[in-house]
């Protein structure tokens, strides 16, 4: 089956927010976001009007895509977890559920240890209800329901409107 049109409900936008919202305060991490590979931010937390989201959730896509070249080159199938760190802010990025981009931005109030160990459990987390999500998806997909109030308009149909 193809890979189906993940669909956020409310219900698990709330439960994604706690798990990060805890990870902010249990990792003692500045901001943290949750982009899919599509470079779209999902959500956020933390100092966030500091940043152009906009282009973070992209910036972040890039990278992974780019280290997933890098990897594949040399024989891996992917890099799960990049850091970068900088003179006074760190990045801590990570891929969770195989779908979804975990960023983590900290200072020297926390550490790349406790980072790690936090972004760990809040994977598990966060990869139980993105799990949950795609299961409601399939079911939706399998059902013939669709969220998408045009889903049944096809091109032809468009067409035939503007001719």
């Known amino acids: 089956m193809a890979n189906p049109q993940l669909i956020m409900y409310d219900e698990e936008f709330k439960q994604i927010n706690a798990v990060i919202e805890k990870l902010l305060r249990e990792a003692n991490a500045k901001v943290i976001f949750l982009v899919d590979?599509?470079?779209?931010?999902i959500t956020?937390?933390?100092?966030?009007?500091?940043?152009?989201?906009?282009?973070l959730a992209s910036l972040t896509a890039g990278n992974i895509a780019a280290t997933g070249g890098l990897a594949k080159l040399i024989g891996e199938k992917e890099f799960s977890i990049l850091f970068h760190e900088?003179?006074?802010d760190n990045l801590h990025i990570s891929i969770v559920a195989g779908r979804v981009i975990l960023v983590v931005l900290f200072?020297?109030?926390?550490?790349?240890?406790?980072?790690r160990l936090r972004v760990k459990k809040a994977s598990e987390e966060l990869s139980a209800?993105?799990?949950?999500?795609?299961?409601?998806?399939?079911?939706?997909?399998?059902?013939?329901?669709?969220?998408f109030p045009f889903a049944e308009i096809t091109d032809d149909d468009i067409d035939n409107l503007f001719s």
């Open 107 to 115: 200072d020297t109030r926390s550490s790349l240890g406790l980072v």
């Open 44 to 55: 956020g937390c933390g100092e966030t009007e500091r940043f152009d989201t906009t282009s």
């Open 129 to 147: 209800i993105f799990g949950r999500l795609m299961q409601k998806s399939e079911e939706k997909e399998k059902s013939g329901e669709s969220e």
């Open 86 to 88: 900088g003179e006074k």
């Open 37 to 41: 590979k599509n470079g779209q931010l």
